[in-house]
């Protein structure tokens, strides 16, 4: 099952209270996988490497937005954009961070109901390697490492983003693949799949 717009797993709708008024969230969406196509090479390389997989939704996703009184918009469902093949992440971030979002564990625990998410540096590979008994692959970049804030367990898969320094667009910098067996450890960045790298291999795979 896949499911779209998703916020708070222990709710059937996602409404917020502002002074206007009670806001909810569009119904999710929920898909089953038409076809799923995991990488050739996953985990024929390195430690975890071409940790990726793409999804074909069974009918379109619904992209949506809604528009408040108080000049507000929500987007709840919405697009991403691939990077381009040649893409540098740390040039295109030009310090900024990259937000990463999942529902995996937090310093509370594992029992994540609401979707969290965080800002976390990138780290490039010269720094990142020796965390991994230097085995990183080209297609593997960093983030994190900055104090208690990090991916952890059940985030596996999960989108980190950056933006262009004048523009809200989102781009989809990489997905959470693994780190250490502590997370939020100050120093310690983890690893996730370069997008960028592997965006011949989606482009080859995409349909009408």
């Known amino acids: 099952m896949i499911r779209l717009g998703e916020h708070?797993?222990?709710?059937?709708?996602?409404?917020?209270?502002?002074?206007?008024?009670?806001?909810?969230?569009?119904?999710?969406q929920t898909f089953s996988p038409a076809e799923i196509i995991p990488h050739p090479t996953f985990n024929r390389r390195g430690t975890i490497g071409?940790?990726?997989?793409?999804?074909?939704?069974?009918?379109?996703?619904?992209?949506?937005?809604?528009?408040?009184?108080?000049?507000?918009?929500?987007?709840?469902?919405?697009p991403v954009c691939l990077p381009s093949a040649n893409h540098d992440t740390e040039t295109f971030l030009g310090g900024r961070f990259a937000t990463v979002?999942?529902?995996?564990?937090?310093?509370?625990?594992?029992?994540?109901?609401?979707?969290?998410?965080?800002?976390?540096?990138?780290v490039n590979q010269d720094e990142c390697n020796p965390h991994f008994n230097n085995g990183l692959l080209q297609e593997q970049i960093c983030f994190g490492g900055d104090g208690p804030r990090d991916s952890c367990f059940g985030?596996?898969?999960?989108p980190i983003v950056g933006t262009t320094?004048?523009?809200?667009?989102?781009?989809?910098?990489?997905?959470?693949?693994?780190?250490?067996?502590s997370c939020g450890v100050a120093g310690v960045p983890a690893v996730y799949t370069n997008v960028a790298?592997?965006?011949?291999w989606i482009l080859s795979n995409l349909k009408p």
């Open 8 to 28: 708070d797993l222990s709710t059937e709708g996602d409404c917020q209270t502002l002074p206007s008024g009670v806001v909810c969230a569009p119904v999710h």
């Open 50 to 78: 071409d940790d990726l997989a793409l999804i074909r939704l069974d009918r379109p996703a619904i992209f949506n937005n809604q528009s408040h009184s108080i000049s507000i918009i929500t987007d709840f469902v919405r």
């Open 101 to 122: 979002s999942g529902w995996g564990v937090t310093e509370r625990g594992p029992d994540t109901q609401i979707l969290q998410k965080v800002l976390l540096p990138f």
């Open 197 to 200: 790298s592997y965006r011949p």
């Open 155 to 158: 985030d596996s898969g999960g």
């Open 165 to 181: 320094a004048n523009s809200p667009i989102s781009v989809l910098l990489g997905m959470v693949s693994f780190g250490q067996p």
